[in-house]
């Protein structure tokens, strides 16, 4: 009896331990199906936040801008860096609603980004130039730029590299941390810029008539501007030439052609050349520059004396 009795208790033992473990068991399992569950929500709703707040950001900047052409390149970078940080936080939540200890897991991300960051230096030097180039927008795609030796038109930029086309249609290729680092020059930023030329003359030579000749030339070049007017004067005297100086203003666009017009009238005009035999004028602007209200400075359509 005593022997039955005994087994009757182990048994019963057991069958409470087998219990107590199923229960425990069970209790986890319905734990851990509610942590997925809510998981599964903060994943889902994470990843629609970050695609809404990202094309909120773009559109946002697309208002900021206003009624300037949208700068596509800045909008793409600014909405990703949103979506990407979102997704990063959902991501954190989502892993500490399943019990996984973040703590360490962002301790090894910043370990193994310190040994990238080291190892891409450069290359990351290059992408916090392109953030800067974003943020101040020294250039844009389209203007002229002369930075680091090179000068050319700006065809790509991004944030690892700017994209130069040069006169003769050569690409250059440029790491944006040489490009933000050293100096910029853009020559299509204003509207309007000066054109200056200086040339010498025999100190022998008519001086009057040669200052009044390519005065006259300025004035009567229909991409010259009206105001500032042109002006000649002496730059230096010597004792056996004298230096001349000439500026116009003209609109950027045209800073090439005026420039070489009045290069060639003053090396004409020096030699004693006369205006009506010097070489036609530039044609004038097709169409004249859009915009409410009078145009200051252009000069008007008008027929006007051939030089």
Do not use: C
């Not at 933000?180 to 003359?201: A, C, L």
């Amino acid at each position: 009896m005593q022997f039955d009795e005994e087994v009757d208790a182990r048994l019963r033992q057991t069958v409470l331990g087998d219990e107590s473990l199923l229960h425990k068991f069970t209790d986890a399992a319905g734990d851990l199906a509610v942590n997925l569950v809510v998981g599964a929500i903060i994943l889902i709703l994470t990843i629609w936040a970050s695609a809404w707040l990202s094309s909120l950001t773009r559109r946002a900047m697309g208002r900021l801008q206003g009624r300037h052409a949208p700068d596509l390149t800045l909008q793409t970078f600014v909405s990703s860096m949103v979506r990407y940080a979102i997704l990063a936080m959902g991501f954190v939540a989502v892993l500490q609603q399943l019990g996984v200890k973040t703590t360490s897991i962002v301790a090894v991300l910043g370990a193994a980004s310190l040994a990238v960051g080291l190892a891409l230096q450069g290359a990351l030097s290059n992408v916090a130039a392109g953030v800067m180039i974003l943020l101040f927008r020294p250039y844009r795609v389209g203007d002229i730029i002369e930075t680091g030796g090179k000068k050319g038109t700006v065809r790509a930029l991004d944030l690892v590299i700017t994209e130069l086309a040069t006169a003769d249609n050569l690409k250059i290729v440029i790491p944006n941390n040489k490009v933000f680092g050293d100096v910029i020059v853009n020559h299509s930023h204003h509207p309007q810029r000066r054109v200056d030329v200086t040339f010498r003359i025999p100190a022998a030579a008519d001086l009057a008539t040669v200052m009044a000749g390519v005065l006259a030339r300025a004035r009567a070049n229909p991409l010259v501007l009206d105001s500032p007017e042109p002006t000649v004067e002496v730059a230096l005297l010597a004792e056996s030439a004298v230096e001349v100086m000439i500026t116009a203003w003209t609109r950027t666009a045209d800073h090439g052609a005026v420039q070489a017009d009045l290069l060639l009238a003053a090396k004409l005009i020096g030699a004693g050349q006369p205006l009506t035999d010097l070489p036609p004028l530039p044609a004038p602007p097709a169409t004249p520059e859009p915009g409410p209200g009078p145009k200051a400075g252009r000069r008007s359509l008008r027929s006007r004396p051939k030089a």
